[in-house]
């Protein structure tokens, strides 16, 4: 089956400007996660959705930093007013995480290399 | 919250011989430890992962070994091949919590022919 889809593949935008990341995870996985890596550094992890409780969104950097799910499945992360030290590839994955079980492998989408200028 | 330490950071090593990459974790509750190999340009993929009721796992050339008591697991790569090459990620989580995984920096992994 088809795995974890990101879009765009690239996205140059000019400092100031609002972009929207978007990420379709595997069919019937129950948890979404967001995580920025910037050059050559780790995974840093942003947001997590589980069913339909509310988010983690422990990770987020700053007030401009937002995402949504929707029904469950798609989401969107939203970053507002763009600066240079947003560039970075920005990851999703998704899992079939149950509540009281145990974690199960996330599987990663290809990225969003997101360039401000 | 829980904080993951890897190291090194790079790493070369010549084809056919071992590597051991090393991490540790701060959360004592942290109970499951997955490793994953990023290879450049593509996305992360789990390559083997451990839970805390077992000391070692293997698979094939690939082993992980954890110790609980001093917070640490290492990742044992034998008869290494330059496929081998890439950025190898440990992580920690607390199983059956809705908690992420934490991940460690990073290792650069290249296998000299």
């Known amino acids: 089956g088809a795995g974890v889809s990101q879009s765009p593949s690239n996205k140059v935008t000019e400092k100031g400007k609002d972009v929207e990341l978007r990420c379709d995870p595997i069919?019937?996985?129950?948890?979404l996660y967001w995580y920025r890596q910037s050059l050559g550094q780790g995974l840093e992890f942003l947001i997590y959705?589980?069913?339909?409780?509310?988010?983690?969104k422990s990770g987020l950097p700053s007030d401009r930093f937002s995402a949504e799910r929707t029904g469950g499945s798609v989401s969107t992360l939203t970053i507002q007013r763009t600066q240079q030290e947003d560039s970075a590839v920005y990851l999703c994955?998704?899992?079939?995480?149950?509540?009281?079980?145990?974690?199960?492998?996330?599987?990663f989408g290809p990225g969003t290399r997101l360039t401000v200028t | 919250g829980e904080n993951v330490e890897q190291h090194p950071s790079t790493l070369s090593v010549q084809e056919g011989d071992s590597a051991v990459i090393k991490c540790t974790y701060s959360?004592?509750?942290?109970?499951?430890f997955p490793w994953y190999k990023q290879e450049l340009g593509k996305r992360p993929q789990l390559i083997i992962d451990?839970?805390?009721?077992?000391g070692e796992k293997k698979d094939q050339r690939i082993a992980v070994t954890l110790n609980k008591t001093a917070k640490h697991f290492s990742l044992h790569i034998t008869e290494t091949q330059p496929e081998d090459s890439a950025v190898y990620f440990c992580a920690a989580a607390l199983s059956g919590s809705a908690r992420q995984l934490t991940f460690g920096s990073g290792t650069q992994l290249t296998v000299l022919p």
């Open positions: 451990i839970r805390s009721n077992v």
């Open positions: 959360d004592s509750a942290s109970n499951y």
């Open positions: 959705f589980q069913g339909n409780s509310a988010p983690d």
């Open positions: 069919s019937g996985h129950t948890a």
């Open positions: 994955a998704s899992s079939l995480a149950l509540v009281g079980g145990s974690s199960y492998e996330q599987y």
